[in-house]
């Protein structure tokens, strides 16, 4: 069974750095491209950021709201997706999804469980 | 940036109703919509890609439909395991949009 299972949340105060992981297991990590998606308390879900793979010149794409301080990452030889935030406010606070996008384009079939960061002095 | 908008935000029904929610986009997003189902302190589940093709798995009473700027979720005959908030997804264009989300109680 495929398994994605995100690390690294965690509390930290505003303008301070936070790196998340996603370690995936069971599939071929490079095939596939990886999204983080993340869900503020009581809010609805948005959609962060974008890693493609290997075979799209592993394009990487954001949502405004992060561009310029997240930077999205990730090793194929590790099976691994990153998700570096910097200069992080109180409204970054959310349970940050890790997620496959399914081989059609069509679907995201797969999704860790969460971790959850807060940003708060 | 596409934004997507749904309705009801909130649907109170009971045990074997039919359930309807419906999504619109600002734009034309063809048929590149997906809908989700999450229960609370989990990740979201996907139910239906392009409009209305059934993720494997999931029960025939979930179908999709619609086109251009308007799309519906229906749950045929609403069941207890139902009970969960329901999100549309379009991803025509980046980034990618999700609605506020329908939460379905009883």
């Known amino acids: 069974e495929v398994q994605l299972e995100e690390s690294g949340g965690g509390l930290v105060q505003p303008g301070g750095s936070l790196r998340l992981s996603c370690a995936a297991s069971r599939f071929t990590f490079s095939d596939y491209h990886m999204d983080w998606v993340r869900q503020a308390p009581g809010k609805g879900l948005e959609w962060v950021a974008r890693?493609?793979?290997?075979?799209?010149?592993?394009?990487?794409l954001y949502a405004a709201s992060v561009k310029g301080r997240f930077t999205i990452s990730r090793d194929d030889s590790q099976n691994s997706l990153y998700l570096q935030m910097n200069s992080l406010r109180t409204e970054d606070t959310a349970v940050y999804f890790c997620?496959?996008?399914?081989?059609?384009?069509?679907?995201?079939?797969?999704w860790g469980q969460g971790t959850l960061v807060t940003v708060s002095s | 940036d596409i934004q997507m908008t749904q309705s009801p935000s909130t649907l109170s029904a009971s045990v074997g109703d039919r359930v309807t929610i419906t999504c619109r986009a600002s734009q034309s997003i063809s048929t590149w919509v997906a809908w989700f189902q999450q229960k609370p302190g989990k990740a979201p589940k996907l139910l239906i890609y392009k409009v209305s093709s059934l993720e494997s798995g999931v029960p025939s009473r979930f179908s999709g439909s619609g086109s251009g700027t308007e799309f519906t979720l229906t749950i045929s005959s609403l069941q207890p395991d139902d009970l969960a908030t329901y999100y549309c997804l379009q991803h025509t264009t980046y980034p990618l949009t999700f609605g506020p989300g329908t939460k379905v109680d009883f």
């Open positions: 997620a496959r996008r399914g081989s059609t384009g069509l679907t995201w079939d797969y």
């Open positions: 890693a493609k793979n290997k075979a799209e010149s592993y394009i990487v």
